[in-house]
Each structure stands twice: as C-alpha cells, then as structure tokens.
C-alpha cells in the first residue's frame, strides 16, 4: 500500500485519468494482450519519468508524441529509459491519427522480435 503514497504512482494515476485522445485510441488496441499477446500498462513510471506505454516482458516503451515533444527535448529521458533495459519508440500523434493499422504492424513486430 506504500506504493499509493509514491509520488510518482500519484503523477502516473492521474496522467492515465487524462490521457489524450491518441493515447486513448492506441491504448483501445494494445489493451488486454490483443496485440502479439504483449501484456501492455499505460503511463507507468520508470525511474523520473512516466512512459505511455510499457510492454516490461519484452522490454518495449511505446511513446506517443504531439508538438510538446522533440528528439533534442526528449534524448536525456530516452537515454535514461534505455539505460534502465527498455527499447523506446516513438509515433506521433498524426500517425497514431492516420495509420493505426501501420503503427500497430510496427508495435507488432517489436514485440515478436523482442520474445525471439
């Protein structure tokens, strides 16, 4: 129960209460094992940082960006995730928006190849 008082739990309860659209919509797909069987959590806390999404049995970080995000701005979160064991991939929100089907592919095969 320790883990309710966490500050960090707290950011990450209330950042899955106010998740975007995008998030929503891929969240919708990648939920209850439905994609490759990959057992998926959203906004999940890794060390300072809280991720979209989180795959840990095949250590594979999902991130969904709009216009607040930047390779310059996000490359010390990054490094530090990756430090941690996980693959980070991004997608933005158009292509979230325009091509799930492609983004889920994509996502698809991370995951495959991760459990060979």
């Not at 929100?93 to 492609?102: C, F, L």
Request: aromatic residues 6%; hydrophobic residues 35%.
């Amino acid at each position: 129960m320790a883990e309710a008082f966490n500050p960090m739990t707290r950011k990450a309860r209330r950042l899955r209460r106010n998740q975007t659209e995008m998030e929503k919509r891929l969240w919708n797909r990648l939920r209850g094992r439905q994609l490759k069987g990959g057992k998926f959590k959203r906004q999940h806390p890794i060390g300072p940082y809280i991720v979209d999404f989180l795959c840990e049995e095949c250590a594979q970080v999902i991130e969904v960006d709009g216009g607040q995000h930047s390779a310059e701005g996000d490359s010390e979160r990054t490094a530090h995730i990756e430090t941690a064991g996980y693959r980070v991939v991004r997608f933005w929100n158009n292509e979230v928006a325009e091509n799930m089907d492609g983004v889920l592919s994509d996502i698809g095969r991370l995951i495959l190849e991760r459990r060979t």
